[in-house]
């Protein structure tokens, strides 16, 4: 196993070094792509942990069992054995030398007919659909009779097969030999329960996610007249595999949370203080967030209602100001809507037409753009795009472009990572706009050679793609993630085969086309619904550009894409080559530039300032 780590890690050291050194906290990322292009046969969770075979069984001749061979029997289909009948699988928890694991036993049976004598074995394939690892076992014998000396059916067994809670195995199994035409193959589908099923909760894997995890949480709530203050004591019990928790107490407009570290201490005490009028109901939300060392952020999250009701101090002049403000504002709004209604050039306005009939954008989105800085003339295009979504579609966009303070601030991976976090604990989005340098930096993070852009060079944050991409996949690939992930690519000036391997498991959104879906997908809102189509005016392809910014933006599409059509070899122009010159105490990097010929008018990338 040490030499299966330090080959690894000798390989992406190899890979991309300048990542490792600015970015040594994500190492894991590098592993997984590793893992999702090569596939490592000792990472892989099918395998059997049974080794005693079904060969004593008395009756058997010449049996043993051994792993799949390509050398194959093959006999005409009138003399081949028929296919056997399944039996049930078992799904349970094994000890394995880490520890205990989720496993399944596949039986099946051979038919009591007059084909059984003929049977020389059978051959078992099983397939994890969620990973495409794969398995293969053979059982080798000669059957002396249709039954065994019990006068029952022979029954075989692949028992302590190791496998992953939620995912699902397509097994199949044959006699052997073969027939020569068609085949006597049996399949069945196996779905393994999740960590909630008793059957497999104490396995590591479910462990790790906190799946027998009881807080037994208890609140004791006090309250001082003198200073009008509440004090609220929480205590909860600790979990093996979580150092970290963050307890937070938040009602309609209020929120304050805490975090707390295990120690080692079974039981945790958390207090919290706050003043009577902070609140704005006397029944609040209690939510503890464990960090388990597999779900990391993503875990479940005991919750509870606090009533202080009893306690609650009376709040009736409050009340009544308040009631009297919406007496008030409703009267006004009244007015002002028989003001309008009198006026029938104002009786439309222009959200009314771009919006139909019962549709309405409730808040504010927004959006976290990921993109890679290819051309000036690209650049160009994800700025037009974003001040479109601002202006036209009332998004709030984040872009490094447009925060470079914070950004130098903070850093570009705590800057990523805070903005990423805020997002995924909201109902806001990141685009991923995929093109050359996204598939070509992807492809380098798994072991390709190296992507150095002109405009990254020239950028004063650097390569912000190849950080993003290392703390977006792994969250990407998890299913409580996956609905805030968006990958889109401009149709003319990049294509489909420039989304990288692991986003073709999503929707790609081809622009300027595709636009309006994607905006629907913003909203979290559903365009096809029973009895209509929802529709915006002036998203469509057709449409978008009628707007100034809209038209900024074709504009942008249609300049790189003619100068595209007029240098082919654009993208290996923008290529800076490096290499390294080692010595005893530092490696220096030297840049050779290639000549480029582009002589754009630079104008036009003034828009983050505009913006």
């Not at 007059?114 to 014998?141: K, P, R």
């Not at 509440?230 to 805490?258: D, L, M, N, P, W």
């Not at 952020?297 to 709040?315: L, M």
């Given at each position: 196993m040490e030499f299966i780590i330090v080959l690894v890690y000798s390989i992406v050291l190899k890979a991309f070094p300048h990542v490792l050194w600015?970015?040594?906290?994500?190492?894991?990322?590098?592993?997984?792509?590793?893992?999702?292009t090569a596939g490592l046969p000792v990472l892989s969770s099918l395998r059997i942990l049974d080794k005693r075979s079904d060969c004593n069984q008395q009756g058997l001749n010449h049996c043993k069992i051994n792993n799949c061979s390509d050398q194959r029997v093959i006999e005409p289909r009138e003399r081949a054995?028929?296919?056997?009948?399944?039996?049930?699988?078992?799904?349970?928890?094994?000890?394995?030398?880490?520890?205990?694991?989720?496993?399944?036993?596949?039986?099946?049976?051979?038919?009591?007919?007059?084909?059984?004598?003929?049977?020389l074995g059978s051959e078992i394939h099983i397939l994890d659909e969620s990973t495409n690892q794969s398995m293969c076992v053979q059982f080798s014998y000669n059957l002396s009779q249709p039954h065994n000396p019990d006068y029952m059916r022979w029954t075989f067994s692949l028992d302590g097969v190791v496998v992953e809670p939620d995912h699902i195995y397509r097994v199949s199994v044959f006699n052997l030999p073969e027939p020569d035409i068609g085949d006597y193959k049996i399949n069945k589908t196996i779905t393994i329960p999740g960590c909630v099923d008793g059957r497999i909760q104490e396995a590591r894997m479910c462990l790790e996610n906190g799946s027998l995890w009881d807080p037994n949480v208890t609140t004791a709530v006090s309250l001082n007249k003198e200073l009008g203050k509440f004090s609220i004591v929480v205590s909860f019990k600790t979990a093996h595999y979580s150092e970290r928790y963050q307890v937070s107490i938040q009602s309609s407009g209020f929120r304050c949370s805490k975090d707390v570290?295990?120690?080692?201490?079974?039981?945790?005490?958390?207090?919290?203080?706050?003043?009577?009028?902070?609140?704005?109901?006397?029944k609040t939300l209690l939510m503890i967030q464990p960090?388990?060392?597999?779900?990391?952020?993503?875990?479940?999250?005991?919750?509870?209602?606090?009533?202080?009701?009893?306690?609650?101090?009376?709040?009736?002049?409050?009340?009544?100001?308040?009631?009297?403000?919406?007496?008030?504002?409703?009267?006004?709004?009244?007015?002002?809507?028989?003001?309008?209604?009198?006026?029938?050039?104002?009786?439309?306005?222009?959200?009314?037409?771009?919006?139909?009939?019962?549709?309405?954008?409730?808040?504010?989105?927004?959006?976290?753009?990921?993109?890679?800085?290819?051309?000036?003339?690209?650049?160009?295009?994800?700025?037009?795009?974003?001040?479109?979504l601002a202006s036209k579609c009332g998004t709030e966009v984040v872009l490094d472009l447009l925060?470079?303070?914070?950004?130098?601030?903070?850093?570009?991976?705590?800057?990523?990572?805070?903005?990423?976090?805020?997002?995924?604990?909201?109902?806001?989005?990141?685009?991923?706009?995929?093109?050359?340098?996204v598939q070509a930096k992807w492809r380098a993070m798994c072991g390709d050679k190296q992507v150095f852009l002109r405009e990254d060079a020239c950028s004063p944050a650097g390569d912000m793609l190849s950080p993003?991409?290392?703390?977006?996949?792994?969250?990407?690939?998890?299913?409580?993630?996956?609905?805030?992930?968006?990958?889109?690519?401009?149709?003319?000036?990049?294509?489909?085969?420039?989304?990288?391997?692991?986003?073709?498991?999503?929707?790609?959104?081809?622009?300027?086309?595709?636009f309006e879906e994607l905006f629907f997908r913003i909203l979290d809102i559903e365009k096809h619904e029973p009895g209509r189509v929802n529709h915006i005016e002036g998203l469509s392809e057709d449409e978008y550009y009628r707007c100034p910014s809209g038209r900024a933006l074709r504009d942008a599409i249609e300049a790189f894409h003619a100068y595209q059509l007029d240098r082919p070899q654009w993208f290996e122009n923008e290529l800076l080559r490096t290499y390294?010159?080692?010595?005893?105490?530092?490696?220096?990097?030297?840049?050779?530039?290639?000549?480029?010929?582009?002589?754009?008018?630079?104008?036009?990338?003034?828009?983050?300032?505009?913006?």
């Amino acid at each position: 196993m040490e030499f299966i780590i330090v080959l690894v890690y000798s390989i992406v050291l190899k890979a991309f070094p300048h990542v490792l050194w600015r970015y040594t906290r994500l190492i894991h990322v590098p592993l997984f792509c590793f893992h999702l292009t090569a596939g490592l046969p000792v990472l892989s969770s099918l395998r059997i942990l049974d080794k005693r075979s079904d060969c004593n069984q008395q009756g058997l001749n010449h049996c043993k069992i051994n792993n799949c061979s390509d050398q194959r029997v093959i006999e005409p289909r009138e003399r081949a054995p028929v296919g056997p009948e399944w039996d049930a699988e078992h799904v349970g928890v094994w000890m394995d030398e880490h520890g205990p694991v989720s496993v399944v036993n596949v039986t099946w049976k051979i038919k009591g007919d007059g084909s059984a004598t003929t049977v020389l074995g059978s051959e078992i394939h099983i397939l994890d659909e969620s990973t495409n690892q794969s398995m293969c076992v053979q059982f080798s014998y000669n059957l002396s009779q249709p039954h065994n000396p019990d006068y029952m059916r022979w029954t075989f067994s692949l028992d302590g097969v190791v496998v992953e809670p939620d995912h699902i195995y397509r097994v199949s199994v044959f006699n052997l030999p073969e027939p020569d035409i068609g085949d006597y193959k049996i399949n069945k589908t196996i779905t393994i329960p999740g960590c909630v099923d008793g059957r497999i909760q104490e396995a590591r894997m479910c462990l790790e996610n906190g799946s027998l995890w009881d807080p037994n949480v208890t609140t004791a709530v006090s309250l001082n007249k003198e200073l009008g203050k509440f004090s609220i004591v929480v205590s909860f019990k600790t979990a093996h595999y979580s150092e970290r928790y963050q307890v937070s107490i938040q009602s309609s407009g209020f929120r304050c949370s805490k975090d707390v570290s295990k120690e080692n201490r079974t039981l945790l005490n958390v207090s919290f203080e706050f003043g009577w009028w902070q609140l704005p109901q006397c029944k609040t939300l209690l939510m503890i967030q464990p960090f388990f060392v597999r779900c990391k952020n993503n875990c479940g999250r005991p919750e509870k209602i606090i009533d202080f009701c009893q306690d609650y101090p009376p709040r009736t002049l409050i009340i009544k100001a308040m009631v009297g403000l919406l007496v008030i504002g409703g009267c006004v709004a009244y007015l002002l809507w028989r003001a309008t209604q009198k006026d029938p050039v104002n009786t439309s306005s222009a959200a009314a037409k771009q919006q139909p009939e019962g549709f309405k954008v409730q808040d504010r989105k927004r959006v976290l753009v990921i993109y890679s800085l290819d051309h000036p003339l690209y650049k160009s295009i994800v700025l037009k795009l974003c001040a479109f979504l601002a202006s036209k579609c009332g998004t709030e966009v984040v872009l490094d472009l447009l925060d470079s303070r914070r950004l130098g601030v903070l850093g570009s991976i705590q800057w990523l990572d805070w903005h990423r976090e805020q997002i995924e604990s909201s109902s806001d989005k990141i685009l991923i706009l995929c093109s050359r340098g996204v598939q070509a930096k992807w492809r380098a993070m798994c072991g390709d050679k190296q992507v150095f852009l002109r405009e990254d060079a020239c950028s004063p944050a650097g390569d912000m793609l190849s950080p993003a991409l290392s703390l977006i996949v792994p969250h990407f690939v998890r299913s409580a993630s996956f609905g805030k992930y968006m990958v889109a690519y401009f149709d003319n000036v990049c294509c489909e085969d420039d989304v990288p391997s692991p986003f073709h498991i999503t929707v790609r959104y081809k622009l300027m086309e595709q636009f309006e879906e994607l905006f629907f997908r913003i909203l979290d809102i559903e365009k096809h619904e029973p009895g209509r189509v929802n529709h915006i005016e002036g998203l469509s392809e057709d449409e978008y550009y009628r707007c100034p910014s809209g038209r900024a933006l074709r504009d942008a599409i249609e300049a790189f894409h003619a100068y595209q059509l007029d240098r082919p070899q654009w993208f290996e122009n923008e290529l800076l080559r490096t290499y390294s010159v080692p010595d005893s105490t530092q490696v220096t990097s030297h840049v050779e530039t290639q000549d480029s010929d582009f002589t754009g008018d630079k104008t036009g990338l003034n828009v983050a300032e505009e913006f």
